[in-house]
């Protein structure tokens, strides 16, 4: 795995395991191989007492990981061929085991941190971001829903933060992710560059790795916008349903508030309407489960959503043809049957 053609990169320097996404190219869009190297090296690090702690990346300034390769996935279904439900057990079991994981695992969060990026960075135990981090669940945009633990960390972010984030797919910025708890420190990319120079002169007998970065970063940036839109976020996105969710933010008329209520609004007619109505119970359930039965409910919801979804004409639309016109089923919130939805958790 060290080898530069690698899909993950992995060494060991001053008890200090060191694993690197690495398919720059495709923003380090998470595979199945690059899951069970992940997953493998994990675990032969956990059973070596040399190693005391991981540090997590990704290759390139681009992206920590951009998500999933849900390419690779809608073309194994067009081909009619198994493994997508593999790949979404695979990918659920490696963040369950980072959550578990029984050394601290430090994430370097540079770029865009999206979908899967967020399943590997929320299981880490200390989440540093670079002012260029862009951190999001953009799931819904392309017919699907927040997965990957998502149900889990989403609704226990403040107030309604989660399910504002959730529903409409918004990334945030390194600021707004120190605010919501979507990450723990900030570090500026140029001295990020530099931290291996920090951990591979690390002293063991006075400090351990989160220590030390926790000493050279900063918990808080200015510049963010959730703070001032939380008033706004929890008052719209605690209605009962997609449709009074919508209704409610076009009948924000406070000055300091209406301009960002519309253009909510403008985003979530471009989302899918049955994949927000399906991420609003998702977070509602995931609101009192703990974190495996999450992970169980969102595989139940995968094993169905290739075949009765929107993520196959969401994919269609913006990755393949790339007309950016998917053709959603129902078109519109209006239009959304809730017994379409709850279907979707039967059996559960």
């Given at each position: 795995?060290?080898?530069?053609?690698?899909?993950?990169?992995?060494?060991?320097?001053?008890?200090?395991?060191?694993?690197?996404?690495?398919?720059?190219?495709?923003?380090?869009?998470?595979?199945?191989?690059?899951?069970?190297?992940?997953?493998?090296?994990?675990?032969?690090?956990?059973?070596?007492?040399?190693?005391?702690?991981?540090?997590?990346?990704?290759?390139?300034?681009?992206?920590?990981?951009?998500?999933?390769?849900?390419?690779?996935?809608?073309?194994?279904?067009?081909?009619?061929?198994?493994?997508?439900?593999?790949?979404?057990?695979?990918?659920?079991?490696?963040?369950?085991?980072?959550?578990?994981?029984?050394?601290?695992?430090?994430?370097?969060?540079?770029?865009?941190?999206?979908?899967?990026?967020?399943?590997?960075?929320?299981?880490?135990?200390?989440?540093?971001?670079?002012?260029?981090?862009?951190?999001?669940?953009?799931?819904?945009?392309?017919?699907?829903?927040?997965?990957?633990?998502?149900?889990?960390?989403?609704?226990?972010?403040?107030?309604?933060?989660?399910?504002?984030?959730?529903?409409?797919?918004?990334?945030?910025?390194?600021?707004?992710?120190?605010?919501?708890?979507?990450?723990?420190?900030?570090?500026?990319?140029?001295?990020?560059?530099?931290?291996?120079?920090?951990?591979?002169?690390?002293?063991?007998?006075?400090?351990?790795?989160?220590?030390?970065?926790r000493d050279i970063a900063l918990t808080e940036l200015p510049g963010g916008e959730l703070a001032r839109l939380r008033p706004a976020i929890d008052h719209h996105f605690a209605e009962r349903d997609i449709a009074a969710i919508r209704h409610s933010l076009l009948d924000e008329h406070r000055s300091e508030y209406k301009e960002?209520?519309?253009?909510?609004?403008?985003?979530?007619?471009?989302?899918?309407?049955?994949?927000?109505?399906?991420?609003?119970?998702?977070?509602?359930?995931?609101?009192?489960?703990?974190?495996?039965?999450?992970?169980?409910?969102?595989?139940?919801?995968?094993?169905?959503?290739?075949?009765?979804?929107?993520?196959?004409?969401?994919?269609?639309?913006?990755?393949?043809?790339?007309?950016?016109?998917?053709?959603?089923?129902?078109?519109?919130?209006?239009?959304?049957?809730?017994?379409?939805?709850?279907?979707?958790?039967?059996?559960?």
């Amino acid at each position: 795995m060290t080898q530069p053609q690698a899909v993950v990169l992995a060494e060991s320097r001053n008890h200090i395991g060191h694993l690197t996404l690495n398919r720059p190219e495709g923003l380090n869009a998470l595979t199945l191989e690059m899951v069970h190297l992940l997953h493998e090296q994990l675990k032969a690090w956990a059973a070596d007492a040399s190693v005391r702690a991981v540090v997590i990346r990704g290759a390139g300034d681009r992206a920590f990981c951009a998500g999933g390769d849900i390419r690779g996935l809608y073309d194994l279904h067009k081909a009619g061929k198994h493994g997508i439900e593999e790949f979404f057990r695979h990918e659920y079991l490696l963040d369950q085991y980072m959550h578990d994981y029984p050394k601290p695992i430090l994430a370097l969060l540079d770029g865009f941190v999206l979908g899967g990026g967020m399943g590997l960075a929320q299981g880490c135990s200390l989440r540093l971001v670079s002012e260029r981090a862009r951190l999001g669940m953009p799931e819904t945009g392309i017919g699907y829903f927040p997965d990957v633990g998502g149900s889990y960390f989403l609704p226990r972010l403040p107030g309604k933060l989660g399910l504002y984030l959730g529903l409409t797919g918004n990334h945030v910025s390194a600021a707004d992710a120190l605010y919501a708890g979507l990450a723990d420190v900030h570090l500026p990319s140029e001295r990020l560059a530099k931290i291996d120079q920090h951990l591979d002169q690390l002293d063991w007998s006075l400090k351990t790795p989160e220590q030390m970065i926790r000493d050279i970063a900063l918990t808080e940036l200015p510049g963010g916008e959730l703070a001032r839109l939380r008033p706004a976020i929890d008052h719209h996105f605690a209605e009962r349903d997609i449709a009074a969710i919508r209704h409610s933010l076009l009948d924000e008329h406070r000055s300091e508030y209406k301009e960002w209520a519309h253009a909510t609004v403008k985003t979530m007619d471009q989302r899918s309407p049955l994949a927000m109505a399906v991420t609003l119970e998702l977070l509602r359930r995931g609101a009192i489960l703990d974190l495996p039965d999450c992970f169980a409910m969102e595989l139940h919801l995968d094993r169905q959503w290739f075949e009765h979804g929107d993520i196959v004409e969401g994919v269609r639309a913006l990755l393949v043809d790339k007309d950016k016109n998917p053709r959603w089923n129902p078109p519109s919130i209006s239009q959304l049957d809730p017994s379409r939805v709850n279907a979707f958790f039967k059996g559960l």
